[in-house]
T-cell receptor, first 117, second 110 residues
């Protein structure tokens, strides 16, 4: 299957700092990537849809000024958690759409665990 | 509101049995259907996708789609303890975002 990477896999930071997470599609180009957040024992929650070369589309209730998304190339999207607070501690997962034969399939990265102290 | 529903479980089956996971969806325009497996603490991984009515087999996994009933299922034959995970159903209409179900937790008992 297609490969999507995320970096870093773990990050611990102090409250008030900003954290950048990278998501890369390694063996395909992705015009659309997604950012999810998942709290322990809960479902995936879609935060935003990232489109290459345009502004991200945020889900209701997600602060666009707090979660900055940049999709600068067909293989890279970044999520920056600005002025992180302990309540932002979560498992952040990106995914990328791969198109083949007219159909799109979503592949997930391994996720990034964020702990804000 | 497009919805995808799954029984949250846990679904417990003995090792070697067939595990049957079910998913229903509300959008009749849905065109592609996916099953993902998510181990505890890990991100989801794609198991199978299906676009046409009927069955699609891949190893021990069989996906079944019935668009008239708006129902998609995943059968796991010869279940192993390593199959214990949460299984997510995802549905997509043409050109639309994926909609994920809440997942069914499967426990395969040795």
């Amino acid at each position: 299957g297609a490969v999507v990477s995320q970096h870093p896999s773990w990050v611990i930071c102090k409250s008030g700092t900003s954290v950048k997470i990278e998501c890369r599609s390694l063996d395909f180009q992705a015009t659309t990537m997604f950012w999810y957040r998942q709290f322990p024992k809960q479902s995936l929650m879609l935060m935003a849809t990232s489109n290459e070369g345009s502004k991200a589309t945020y889900e209701q209730g997600v602060e666009k000024d707090k979660f900055l998304i940049n999709h600068a190339s067909l293989t890279l999207s970044t999520l920056t958690v600005t002025s992180a607070h302990p309540e932002d501690s979560s498992f952040y997962i990106c995914s990328a759409n791969r198109e083949a034969g007219g159909w799109e399939t979503q592949y997930f990265g391994p996720g990034t665990r964020l702990l804000v102290l | 509101q497009k919805e995808v529903e799954q029984n949250s479980g846990p679904l417990s089956v003995p090792e070697g049995a067939i595990a049957s996971l079910n998913c229903t969806y509300s959008d009749r325009g849905s065109q592609s259907f996916f099953w993902y497996r998510q181990y505890s603490g890990k991100s989801p991984e794609l198991i199978m996708f299906i676009y046409s009515n009927g069955d699609k087999e891949d190893g021990r996994f069989t996906a079944q789609l019935n668009k008239a009933s708006q129902y998609v299922s995943l059968l796991i034959r010869d279940s192993q303890p390593s199959d214990s995970a949460t299984y997510l159903c995802a549905v997509r209409g043409y050109g639309q975002n994926f909609v994920f179900g809440p997942g069914t937790r499967l426990s395969v008992l040795p």
